[in-house]
C-alpha cells in the first residue's frame, strides 16, 4: 500500500503491517516528509483486521492518526517491547496489545508469529531514544513463511533467521530511504539483496520507498538499483504497483511501473486534452490471475 504498510491475507483473515496512513511522516502534518501519493486505499475502506504488526516506532512506521483509526477494526496489535506502551497511551486496549522481545513468538489463528533481531534504532522526540525495541517478524502459515524486514541495517542476524526459520516464500524488505552515511540502520540495494539471499527467500519485493522523500537519492533509484542486481543475479523479484495484489501460489514479477512516472508539472490554461501515456516496462514470467491488472 506504500512504504512499508503491506495487507496481507491469511488463511481469509487480513494482516496489516507498519500502517501509515498520514500526509507526512512527521510528528506535525504542517512539515516534514510528504507524501507521493495517496494510500490505494483509505483507512475507512479497510476490511476487519486480525492483527496489525509493527516493527518500530519512527514516524515512517508508526501513525497515530492509523492507529487510532483501526482500533475498533482490529483484534490483536503486535508490537517490539516499548511500542506497545504507546499504542495503550493512545488509546488502544491493553488486552488488544502483545508486546515481544526478540524470538519471542505468539500464534494466531493457526499462523505463527516470531518477533526477530533487526540492527535499527527507535525514538519519536529528542528524549526517547532507543526506549523502545525494533524488530524484523518471521509469519508461518503452514508450509508458507514470509519475512517482513522492517527497518535494519544489513548484519548477520539474517543468516541466523533464514538457518532458523527459511526459506521464505516471500521476503518483505527494506529497500529505500538509504544513505552511505547510515550504514548500520539502512541497506544499500546490494545488501537488500544479500540479506534475502541470506534469509534463503524465493521472491523478493522491495518495500520502504516511493511514498516518502527520506534522504537523498532519486524517489525511483530504489526500484532500479533493487532490480537490475535482482535480475543479473537471477533472483525472483516482484514490484506491484502499490495496492495491486501478490499472490504467492502464482508469483509474477509485474511492471517497471515507475519507468512510466513523470513529475507532475503545472497546468497550463485550457489545456488541450493529452492522449494516454504508454505503458513502460515489461511482464516476465508472469503467471499472475488476470484479476492482478
Given at each position: 500500500?506504500?512504504?512499508?504498510t503491506v495487507l496481507?491475507?491469511?488463511?481469509?483473515?487480513?494482516?496489516?503491517?507498519?500502517?501509515?496512513?498520514?500526509?507526512?511522516?512527521?510528528?506535525?502534518?504542517?512539515?516534514?516528509?510528504?507524501?507521493?501519493?495517496?494510500?490505494?486505499?483509505?483507512?475507512?475502506?479497510?476490511?476487519?483486521?486480525?492483527?496489525?504488526?509493527?516493527?518500530?516506532?519512527?514516524?515512517?512506521?508508526?501513525?497515530?492518526?492509523?492507529?487510532?483509526?483501526?482500533?475498533?477494526?482490529?483484534?490483536?496489535?503486535?508490537?517490539?517491547?516499548?511500542?506497545?506502551?504507546?499504542?495503550?497511551?493512545?488509546?488502544?486496549?491493553?488486552?488488544?496489545v502483545r508486546q515481544?522481545?526478540?524470538?519471542?513468538?505468539?500464534?494466531?489463528?493457526?499462523?505463527?508469529f516470531f518477533a526477530?533481531?533487526?540492527?535499527?534504532?527507535?525514538?519519536?522526540?529528542?528524549?526517547?531514544?532507543?526506549?523502545?525495541?525494533?524488530?524484523?517478524?518471521?509469519?508461518?502459515?503452514?508450509?508458507?513463511?514470509?519475512?517482513?524486514?522492517?527497518?535494519?541495517?544489513?548484519?548477520?542476524?539474517?543468516?541466523?533467521?533464514?538457518?532458523?526459520?527459511?526459506?521464505?516464500?516471500?521476503?518483505?524488505?527494506?529497500?529505500?530511504?538509504?544513505?552511505?552515511?547510515?550504514?548500520?540502520?539502512?541497506?544499500?540495494?546490494?545488501?537488500?539483496?544479500?540479506?534475502?539471499?541470506?534469509?534463503?527467500?524465493?521472491?523478493?519485493?522491495?518495500?520502504?520507498?516511493?511514498?516518502?522523500?527520506?534522504?537523498?537519492?532519486?524517489?525511483?533509484?530504489?526500484?532500479?538499483?533493487?532490480?537490475?542486481?535482482?535480475?543479473?543475479?537471477?533472483?525472483?523479484?516482484?514490484?506491484?504497483?502499490?495496492?495491486?495484489?501478490?499472490?504467492?501460489?502464482?508469483?509474477?514479477?509485474?511492471?517497471?511501473?515507475?519507468?512510466?512516472?513523470?513529475?507532475?508539472?503545472?497546468?497550463?490554461?485550457?489545456?488541450?486534452?493529452?492522449?494516454?501515456?504508454?505503458?513502460?516496462?515489461?511482464?516476465?514470467?508472469?503467471?499472475?490471475?488476470?484479476?492482478?491488472?
Amino acid at each position: 500500500l506504500g512504504h512499508s504498510t503491506v495487507l496481507l491475507k491469511l488463511r481469509d483473515q487480513f494482516w496489516l503491517t507498519d500502517p501509515v496512513f498520514a500526509e507526512r511522516a512527521s510528528p506535525v502534518q504542517w512539515a516534514g516528509p510528504q507524501r507521493f501519493h495517496q494510500p490505494p486505499i483509505s483507512l475507512e475502506d479497510l476490511p476487519p483486521i486480525k492483527a496489525v504488526i509493527l516493527s518500530h516506532n519512527h514516524y515512517d512506521h508508526l501513525d497515530r492518526m492509523a492507529i487510532k483509526a483501526l482500533t475498533d477494526k482490529t483484534e490483536h496489535f503486535l508490537a517490539p517491547l516499548g511500542v506497545g506502551d504507546t499504542l495503550i497511551e493512545w488509546g488502544v486496549p491493553a488486552h488488544k496489545v502483545r508486546q515481544l522481545d526478540w524470538w519471542q513468538s505468539p500464534e494466531m489463528a493457526g499462523i505463527e508469529f516470531f518477533a526477530t533481531p533487526s540492527q535499527h534504532f527507535s525514538g519519536r522526540t529528542l528524549l526517547d531514544s532507543n526506549r523502545t525495541l525494533w524488530a524484523s517478524w518471521v509469519i508461518i502459515d503452514g508450509d508458507q513463511r514470509i519475512f517482513f524486514s522492517g527497518d535494519s541495517g544489513y548484519f548477520d542476524g539474517f543468516k541466523t533467521i533464514g538457518e532458523q526459520y527459511g526459506p521464505f516464500d516471500l521476503t518483505l524488505m527494506e529497500t529505500g530511504a538509504y544513505n552511505v552515511e547510515w550504514p548500520h540502520v539502512h541497506m544499500q540495494p546490494e545488501q537488500t539483496l544479500q540479506a534475502h539471499l541470506d534469509l534463503r527467500g524465493r521472491w523478493l519485493l522491495p518495500i520502504h520507498n516511493g511514498t516518502f522523500d527520506l534522504s537523498m537519492h532519486a524517489w525511483h533509484e530504489p526500484f532500479d538499483r533493487i532490480l537490475a542486481l535482482a535480475w543479473e543475479q537471477n533472483v525472483s523479484i516482484t514490484t506491484p504497483v502499490m495496492g495491486q495484489p501478490f499472490y504467492v501460489q502464482y508469483p509474477c514479477r509485474g511492471l517497471t511501473w515507475w519507468l512510466g512516472v513523470d513529475e507532475v508539472a503545472e497546468p497550463e490554461p485550457e489545456p488541450e486534452p493529452e492522449p494516454e501515456p504508454e505503458q513502460h516496462g515489461r511482464v516476465t514470467n508472469c503467471k499472475c490471475p488476470r484479476q492482478n491488472a
